[in-house]
């Protein structure tokens, strides 16, 4: 997928990639500085890439700019990663983050969240081989996951005996690590599942569902117009049909029905 900048007919859309030179701000303090810090991560395809041309790419950069487009800004990513999201906001080295950010209730004890801009399901993935009707035939197994994910929350949690959970730094180590045999099973979502699937259809498949996820916008606690506002936007990109387009680039599949709260 290649990266074309584009000028916006007043402001011009620029990301610069993490040099954070402004700190974290309220909605009428960002517009004022005509600059805005979004957390995204590029380890994360389809979410986050480096593209042919090597910028920054993929759905989670494709909503920052819709939003960035919005605020009428100047776009600057901030590289982040899974267990960095929430520093991220809390330190002030963000505006607010978009980067695949499930939306679970001990994490809105830190921070908060945006109504969702995409969902999908998390999934166990083993070789074809492997009986695995519920969680507790993990029992016994090496189980790989990503650090600081909900796959890592939910299955640490599962009290699933004698179930050994392997974590790793990103969920393309944990796949090299089912394909090379270092786990008998991964904790993924679907999409990354399916691509799996295809790239080696006789080997692996995916076992079963074991959560169904939304991911919002995460900003700072106590921002009520910046909350209002993403709510929004993102209300009104899915009513357009927007985010529904950048759902289904990315992910190759119909985005999921959202719901708000």
Do not use: C
Not at 32 to 47: C, E, H, N, T, Y
Not at 88 to 95: C, E, F, I
Not at 187 to 197: D, E, H
């Amino acid at each position: 997928m290649r990266f074309r900048t584009f000028l916006l007919p007043l402001v011009g859309l620029a990301i610069l990639w993490g040099s954070n030179a402004a700190s974290a701000a309220s909605l009428d303090e960002i517009v004022a500085r005509q600059k805005v810090l979004i957390g995204v991560d590029l380890s994360v395809p389809p979410f986050g890439i480096t593209n042919d041309s090597m910028e920054p790419d993929g759905l989670d950069v494709d909503v920052a700019k819709l939003l960035a487009k919005d605020l009428g800004v100047t776009l600057e990513l901030v590289p982040v990663t899974g267990q960095s999201r929430i520093p991220s906001l809390q330190t002030g080295k963000v505006d607010f983050v978009v980067a695949s950010f499930g939306i679970y209730p001990e994490r809105a004890l830190s921070v908060a969240f945006s109504n969702p801009y995409g969902g999908h399901k998390s999934v166990i993935v083993a070789p074809n081989d492997t009986e695995i009707a519920s969680l507790q035939d993990l029992a016994g197994k090496r189980v790989g996951v990503p650090r600081g994910t909900a796959h890592e929350r939910v299955l640490s949690g599962a009290g699933i005996e004698g179930m050994e959970l392997v974590r790793f730094d990103d969920d393309s180590t944990t796949l090299n690590a089912l394909i090379s045999g270092q786990v008998d099973a991964i904790g993924t979502v679907n999409y990354i599942g399916a691509q799996l699937q295809q790239r080696y259809p006789d080997s692996f498949a995916e076992k079963l569902t074991y959560l169904e996820s939304f991911y919002g916008v995460g900003l700072r606690r106590g921002d009520p117009d910046l909350l209002h506002w993403l709510n929004t936007v993102l209300f009104v990109h899915n009513q357009s049909g927007e985010l529904g387009e950048i759902y289904e680039k990315w992910m190759k599949t119909p985005m999921p029905m959202l719901p708000s709260f």
